[in-house]
């Protein structure tokens, strides 16, 4: 069985390395231009930061004028563009640091108040405070599992008890 942080570690790890293969450098940042009616091309998603030459549409998509090759519509264009590869290597960063502020830590308290009964068990030490000892893996750290969801490697012990949305 995996671990939840390894589990989170690797679909980072994969959702860097995809967004790397991507764009990188002048080829990270991507925009959508579209008139937002339906036409043959539609819109092209495209790296402002590139060059205007026959390398400027390599990690892009792009209708030719002719109608052939299919362009992106505003919806999916908008979308496309706003997660680009730069924005995705930002996230994976915010979740890893998110990820690592909750932290898994042996600890041992007493059952109950005569302390006649040790327990030993994981918490999550950022969660735990004045509020008692909050079990690991937290809600916070389910949340960012429940991301990946629909990875063959999820568990479903994992799961928040909000459970997770489908789409």
Same mark, same amino acid.
């Given at each position: 069985?995996?671990?939840?942080?390894?589990?989170?570690?690797?679909?980072?790890?994969?959702?860097?390395?995809?967004?790397?293969?991507?764009?990188?450098?002048?080829?990270?940042?991507?925009?959508?231009?579209?008139?937002?009616?339906?036409?043959?091309?539609?819109?092209?998603?495209?790296?402002?930061?590139?060059?205007?030459?026959?390398?400027?549409?390599?990690?892009?998509?792009?209708?030719?004028?002719?109608?052939?090759?299919?362009?992106?519509?505003?919806?999916?264009?908008?979308?496309?563009?706003?997660?680009?590869?730069?924005?995705?290597?930002?996230?994976?960063? #915010? /979740?890893? %640091? @998110?990820?690592?502020? !909750?932290?898994?830590?042996?600890? =041992? &308290?007493?059952? $109950?108040?005569?302390?006649?009964?040790?327990?030993?068990?994981?918490?999550?030490?950022?969660?735990?405070?004045?509020?008692?000892?909050?079990?690991?893996?937290?809600?916070?750290?389910? #949340? /960012?599992? %429940? @991301?990946?969801?629909? !990875?063959?490697?999820?568990?479903? =012990? &994992?799961?928040? $008890?909000?459970?997770?949305?489908?789409?």
């Amino acid at each position: 069985m995996q671990r939840i942080e390894k589990f989170i570690e690797a679909r980072l790890v994969e959702d860097e390395t995809i967004a790397r293969t991507a764009g990188e450098g002048i080829h990270a940042r991507w925009a959508y231009d579209g008139d937002d009616t339906l036409s043959a091309t539609g819109g092209e998603v495209y790296c402002p930061d590139a060059p205007r030459d026959g390398v400027y549409y390599e990690n892009v998509t792009r209708g030719d004028e002719e109608g052939t090759v299919p362009g992106v519509q505003a919806e999916s264009g908008h979308h496309i563009a706003r997660h680009d590869p730069a924005r995705v290597l930002r996230q994976c960063a #915010a /979740l890893r %640091a @998110i990820a690592g502020r !909750h932290e898994a830590k042996n600890w =041992e &308290w007493y059952e $109950d108040s005569r302390c006649l009964r040790m327990v030993s068990g994981v918490i999550c030490e950022e969660c735990s405070g004045d509020i008692g000892d909050v079990l690991w893996p937290c809600d916070e750290i389910r #949340a /960012l599992a %429940a @991301i990946w969801f629909d !990875h063959p490697d999820y568990q479903q =012990e &994992w799961a928040t $008890d909000q459970g997770e949305s489908k789409p």
